[in-house]
């Protein structure tokens, strides 16, 4: 079956994003007065939690606090992640988080062969509207199809929740698209949806486990800054993922069989 759709993870994947959110974190715990500090290692291991206000919850979880201070601090999370927002967007208005090699490549190969793009994510729709509008201009957000991202569902990544609302307002089924991650939660949610995954990691998730994913690249790679050693490592056609060698991909080589006899049909 032809792939109609490409669904794109937005932080690692788009645009390697971490460091401006870390950033913004640490300003918002700042303005609170809270004394913490994320490290860039410390950061890196508390990327294993999807989602911003999670990740606090999380680092929450881990400090030894008085019942009160922990009660005054949960109830604090939803304006701590919304100051962080905040300095997020600050950043990324300010032109400091550029896509990634290649992203913008192949979105307009994709819409050029008539294939629509989607937004899978679990930030919130002020960061991904930020960093379109900074990175592609007034037609940002007009070339996505579908933008699903932040609470609109009620499990984030690991959880295929996001792929599935992205397929069902898409209108196509699982074997119809391909999914774009770069962290091991995101190949879970994505495999788990059905879908046939390409990854490209980033510094923050480079050691994670991609053994699930259909292909691992370093980049999509473009002709100013090809991919080393392709084609002819990975890919066939190119120093960088064309959309035409990726569909074709998916369309020869079915990520599994079986997944593909029971891969969520959408609703």
């Given at each position: 079956?032809?792939?109609?759709?490409?669904?794109?993870?937005?932080?690692?994947?788009?645009?390697?994003?971490?460091?401006?959110?870390?950033?913004?974190?640490?300003?918002?715990?700042?303005?609170?007065?809270?004394?913490?500090?994320?490290?860039?290692?410390?950061?890196?291991?508390?990327?294993?939690?999807?989602?911003?206000?999670?990740?606090?919850?999380?680092?929450?979880?881990?400090?030894?606090?008085?019942?009160?201070?922990?009660?005054?601090?949960?109830?604090?999370?939803?304006?701590?992640?919304?100051?962080?927002?905040?300095?997020?967007?600050?950043?990324?208005?300010?032109?400091?988080?550029?896509?990634?090699?290649?992203?913008?490549?192949?979105?307009?190969?994709?819409?050029?062969?008539?294939?629509?793009?989607?937004?899978?994510?679990?930030?919130?729709?002020?960061?991904?509207?930020?960093?379109?509008?900074?990175?592609?201009?007034?037609?940002?957000?007009?070339?996505?199809?579908?933008?699903?991202?932040?609470?609109?569902?009620p499990a984030k990544k690991p959880a295929p929740d996001?792929?599935?609302?992205?397929?069902?307002?898409?209108?196509?089924?699982?074997?119809?698209?391909?999914?774009?991650?770069?962290?091991?939660?995101?190949?879970?949610?994505?495999?788990?949806?059905?879908?046939?995954?390409?990854?490209?990691?980033?510094?923050?998730?480079?050691?994670?486990?991609?053994?699930?994913?259909?292909?691992?690249?370093?980049?999509?790679?473009?002709?100013?800054?090809?991919?080393?050693?392709?084609?002819?490592?990975?890919?066939?056609?190119?120093?960088?993922?064309?959309?035409?060698?990726?569909?074709?991909?998916?369309?020869q080589r079915p990520h599994c069989e079986v997944a593909a006899l029971y891969a969520p049909?959408?609703?």
């Amino acid at each position: 079956m032809s792939v109609q759709a490409l669904i794109f993870d937005v932080d690692g994947t788009l645009a390697d994003t971490e460091e401006a959110h870390r950033v913004a974190f640490n300003n918002a715990f700042e303005r609170y007065k809270l004394g913490w500090k994320w490290s860039q290692d410390a950061y890196r291991e508390l990327l294993k939690t999807t989602g911003g206000k999670e990740r606090i919850a999380a680092y929450l979880a881990s400090k030894t606090l008085s019942p009160s201070d922990r009660k005054r601090l949960t109830e604090l999370i939803p304006a701590i992640h919304a100051e962080k927002t905040k300095f997020y967007s600050s950043f990324v208005a300010d032109g400091a988080v550029p896509l990634r090699e290649g992203v913008a490549r192949l979105m307009e190969e994709a819409l050029t062969a008539g294939c629509r793009l989607g937004i899978a994510s679990t930030t919130t729709a002020a960061n991904i509207d930020a960093l379109l509008g900074s990175t592609l201009g007034p037609r940002g957000l007009e070339m996505f199809s579908v933008i699903a991202c932040g609470d609109q569902v009620p499990a984030k990544k690991p959880a295929p929740d996001i792929y599935k609302l992205a397929l069902q307002h898409l209108g196509v089924d699982a074997d119809q698209a391909v999914a774009l991650e770069d962290s091991h939660n995101g190949l879970l949610a994505a495999t788990g949806a059905g879908l046939w995954t390409v990854i490209t990691p980033t510094y923050w998730t480079e050691s994670h486990d991609f053994s699930g994913a259909d292909l691992v690249l370093p980049s999509l790679g473009d002709p100013a800054k090809p991919i080393a050693g392709e084609p002819g490592s990975k890919l066939e056609d190119a120093a960088w993922l064309t959309h035409a060698e990726l569909v074709r991909r998916v369309e020869q080589r079915p990520h599994c069989e079986v997944a593909a006899l029971y891969a969520p049909r959408a609703a």
